[in-house]
């Protein structure tokens, strides 16, 4: 069983900053890639930024600038160091990873950490 567990979520005011975390757990062989989506009310999942385990990159245009994501694999962790914030960055946060297992590659999901920028 894998799991993904994300921390960092909070209320945050406009300008400031968040640092959210990503922690997986289980049994794996490796883990490809790594990101980041959200969900605001009434709007679809979109993806925020994403991270190959050879460490390319990939960002929304919205936070191009904002948002950095890194990776620490010898703790199986993905991070996303979100500043500037802005009222439009509120949503709930989802964690995303590709697990390679002896079956094949297999997509799990995070439960969310809510970001709240409100003054």
């Known amino acids: 069983q894998v799991q993904l567990v994300e921390s960092g979520g909070g209320l945050v005011q406009p300008g400031g900053s968040l640092r959210l975390s990503c922690a997986a757990s289980g049994r794996f062989l490796a883990i490809n890639a790594m990101g980041w989506y959200r969900q605001a009310p009434g709007k679809q999942r979109e993806l925020v930024a994403a991270?190959?385990?050879?460490?390319?990159?990939n960002y929304a245009d919205s936070v191009k600038g904002r948002f950095t994501i890194s990776r620490d694999n010898a703790k199986n962790t993905v991070y996303l160091q979100t500043s500037s914030l802005k009222p439009e960055d509120t949503a709930v946060y989802y964690c995303?990873?590709?697990?390679?297992?002896?079956?094949?590659?297999?997509?799990?999901w995070g439960q969310g950490t809510q970001v709240t920028v409100s003054s």
């Open positions: 991270m190959t385990s050879g460490g390319s990159t």
């Open positions: 995303n990873a590709f697990f390679m297992a002896f079956r094949g590659e297999y997509e799990y």
